[in-house]
């Protein structure tokens, strides 16, 4: 299984979600209407943009962390080249 941030899929509709699963399977099984397949791609279109905004701010989070253990990491190497930590 992938993990949560690697998954682009609607939300789950908590209210509905038989009827979600149902007009997904029926769109994967039967014939759909032009006004049908619009509102798919739209809702799939936001589901999208959603990710991608969720995708930029953890990387931006990972970016941070990545660059707060090196500050760490360099302050370390300062105090042990001073003798601080002897």
Not at 4 to 12: A, G, L, M, N, V
Not at 44 to 65: H, N, Q, T
């Amino acid at each position: 299984a992938s993990e949560k941030h690697d998954q682009i899929s609607p939300e789950p509709d908590y209210d509905n979600s038989v009827g979600q699963m149902g007009e997904l399977f029926r769109y994967a099984t039967q014939p759909s209407s032009r006004k049908e397949l619009e509102g798919l791609y739209e809702k799939g279109f936001a589901d999208a943009e959603r990710w991608c905004y969720e995708e930029e701010l953890r990387e931006k989070e990972l970016l941070s962390k990545w660059l707060d253990e090196q500050r760490q990491k360099g302050e370390l190497e300062e105090a042990i080249r001073r003798g601080d930590l002897l």
